[in-house]
C-alpha cells in the first residue's frame, strides 16, 4: 500500500488531520487498532475553545455540532458554595463549544469514510518503520496477514501509550512530568445539570465539577485520590458528595438520575521534546498530556494537526520544508501555555494533600481574587475560550 501520510491512532488528532490533508489534496491511510464502534463511542472532554469550533464548521464537519452542542458564554466558580460567575463573551467577546469528543470523532469519520478515505480499524501489532528516510513504513496485522504501508511522513496519533512515541531512538526525547496527588472519580448520567453553565466549586470536601454533554446528560466529577477503589463509591454515596461539595444548596439544584459510566482517572501533565524525528511527528497525547482541569487536551491535538498539516501542504506544493522543521517550535509555544493554565487551574482548585493552613488560606485568597478582579478574570477567561491560533 501506498500513500503520501500514514496516520497511526483514529482519535480526534489522526481523523482531523487525514480530513485537513483531504482538503488540501494530500492522500493518508489511517491505521487504528480498536474498532469503530469503540472509537465512537468513548467518553472524553466535551469543551471545544473558540477557535477550534470556527475550524470545524469552516472545514465542513461542524454541522451537527452547531445544531447539538452547546455554546457556553462563562462558567461559576464555587467558593465554599459561594458561586461567582466568569463572563466570557463580555470579558473576551468569545464563548466555548460544548460537545463531546466522541461526538467529533463520529463526524470525523463519517466524514472521511463518505469522501472514500481509507481507514483500518482492529488492526494488531503495528509498528513504524525507516522514518530516519525518505521512505518511512506502517506495519500492521490484520485478519491474520501482515500489511505495510509506504509514505514519505508518519503522523504518530496514537496516544500517550501508543507506539509512535516509543519508537523514537532513546536519547532524543526530553521528557518533562507532573504526577499530582489526587484523581477524578467521574460518572456520566442521566440527569439534567445544575446550571446551564460550567461549575468549578472549591470546598473544603475537595473540589467538584458540573458539567454536562446535553440538556439531559451530565457529567460529573470529585476530587478523590489517585488509586481510589471505585468499589467503595456507590452511587447514592457519589450523589450525596456531589450535592454537599457544591454547596448549600446542592440538595436543590442538583438532579440525581440513572449512572450510565463510572470511573477515577489520575491527572498529570507531560511532554516530550521534539515532536518530531526525522519523518515522524508525534500530535495529540501521544506527546503532551494536559489534567482536565483546564479543558485543553482536544484542543491542542487540533492545533497539532493544524500546524502539521499546513507544513505538508507547503512541502507537497513547494517542497519547502520550512513549516515543517518548524513544527516542534510551533507546537511547544501553545502546549507549554496551556501546560501552565492548567496546572494553574488544577493548583488553584484542588486541595493537595501536602498543604498546610496557610496554603489553604492562600489557596481561598487566589479564587477570591481571580473572581473579583477584572484584570484576574479577564486572564482566565482568554485562556479558557482559547489562545489566538497563527
Known amino acids: 500500500m501506498r500513500t503520501q ?75 465554599h458554595g459561594e458561586r461567582r460567575r466568569i463572563d466570557f463573551k463580555r470579558l473576551t467577546g468569545r464563548g466555548i463549544m460544548v460537545y463531546g469528543q466522541h461526538e467529533v470523532v463520529k463526524d470525523l469519520i463519517a466524514a472521511r469514510l463518505a469522501a472514500g478515505a481509507k481507514i483500518e480499524f482492529e488492526v494488531s501489532d503495528t509498528n513504524v518503520l525507516d522514518f530516519n528516510g525518505k521512505l518511512p513504513k506502517i506495519r500492521f496485522s490484520k485478519d491474520g496477514v501482515v500489511h505495510e504501508i509506504s509514505c514519505d511522513f508518519i503522523a504518530g496519533c496514537d496516544g500517550f501509550h501508543g507506539i509512535c512515541r516509543r519508537s523514537v531512538p532513546a536519547g532524543v526525547l526530553t521528557e518533562y512530568e507532573r504526577i499530582y496527588p489526587f ?93 518530531q524525528h526525522g519523518r515522524l511527528f508525534l500530535a495529540g497525547d501521544a506527546a503532551h498530556i494536559v489534567p482536565p482541569t483546564g479543558a485543553k487536551g482536544m484542543n491542542l491535538a487540533i492545533a497539532d494537526v493544524l500546524f502539521f498539516s499546513r507544513g505538508l501542504t507547503e512541502f507537497y506544493r513547494s517542497r519547502k520544508t520550512t513549516l515543517l522543521e518548524s513544527y516542534t517550535k510551533m507546537c511547544l509555544s501553545r502546549i507549554w501555555k496551556a501546560q501552565r493554565f492548567s496546572w494553574w487551574m488544577t493548583s488553584m482548585l484542588h486541595l493537595n494533600p501536602a498543604d498546610n493552613a496557610f496554603d489553604r488560606r492562600r489557596q481561598f485568597a487566589e479564587l477570591d481574587y481571580v473572581t473579583s478582579s477584572e484584570a484576574a478574570s479577564t486572564s482566565l477567561a482568554e485562556n479558557y475560550v482559547g489562545l489566538p491560533i497563527d
Open 183 to 275: 484523581g477524578w472519580l467521574g460518572i456520566l448520567s442521566e440527569s439534567p445539570p445544575p446550571s446551564h453553565e460550567l461549575i468549578y466549586s472549591y470546598s473544603q470536601r475537595g473540589f467538584g465539577l458540573y458539567s454536562m454533554r446535553s440538556e439531559t446528560v451530565s457529567r460529573l466529577y470529585l476530587q478523590c485520590a489517585p488509586d481510589e477503589d471505585i468499589a467503595k463509591w456507590p452511587d447514592e454515596k457519589i450523589w450525596d458528595e456531589l450535592k454537599r461539595r457544591l454547596g448549600q444548596d446542592g440538595e436543590k439544584i442538583l438532579k440525581t438520575g440513572r449512572v450510565l459510566e463510572k470511573g477515577v482517572t489520575a491527572m498529570r501533565s507531560y511532554v516530550a521534546e521534539p515532536m
Open 5 to 79: 501520510v500514514g496516520i497511526v491512532g483514529a482519535g480526534p488528532a489522526g481523523l482531523m488531520l487525514s480530513h485537513l490533508l483531504a482538503r488540501a489534496g494530500i492522500d493518508s491511510v489511517i491505521v487504528e487498532n480498536r474498532s469503530r464502534a469503540y472509537a465512537e463511542a468513548r467518553i472524553r472532554a466535551g469543551v471545544i475553545e473558540n477557535w477550534a469550533a470556527d475550524l470545524l464548521m469552516e472545514t465542513g464537519v461542524g454541522a451537527r455540532m452547531l445544531r447539538e452542542g452547546l455554546v457556553h458564554d462563562g462558567i461559576e466558580i464555587g467558593l
